[in-house]
């Protein structure tokens, strides 16, 4: 099981930036697929952005060219620059490392954009 621990959430006025950190307790060369997810209250989680170990990426419509997800292999850490933001974008941001038989998640952190 990987270990995963997410920083970086707070509260933000519209239209401003925050960038979320992911560290996880492995080598990130090892998983598969390193993904944030998001959970609104009374919605379900769904996926925020998510990067293939060949560096491939994947935007929810919601966020693209908005948000970007990228990687420091070196720290074992995964990243979420999020600009633009809107009050729709408040939300527990969680994020999950992905490989077979295995998928494990972080404790989450709170992003709440409003003014």
């Known amino acids: 099981q990987v270990q995963l621990v997410e920083s970086g959430g707070g509260l933000v006025q519209p239209g401003g930036s925050l960038r979320l950190s992911c560290a996880a307790s492995?080598?990130?060369?090892?998983?598969?697929?390193m993904g944030w997810y998001r959970q609104a209250p009374g919605k379900q989680r769904e996926l925020v952005a998510a990067m293939h170990s060949g560096g491939s990426t994947n935007y929810a419509d919601s966020v693209k060219g908005r948000f970007t997800i990228s990687r420091d292999n070196a720290k074992n850490t995964v990243y979420l620059q999020m600009n633009s933001l809107k009050p729709e974008d408040t939300a527990v941001y969680y994020c999950?490392?992905?490989?077979?038989?295995?998928?494990?998640w972080g404790q989450g952190t709170q992003v709440t954009v409003s003014s």
């Open positions: 492995v080598s990130i060369f090892s998983i598969i697929v």
């Open positions: 999950n490392a992905w490989k077979p038989a295995s998928s494990s």
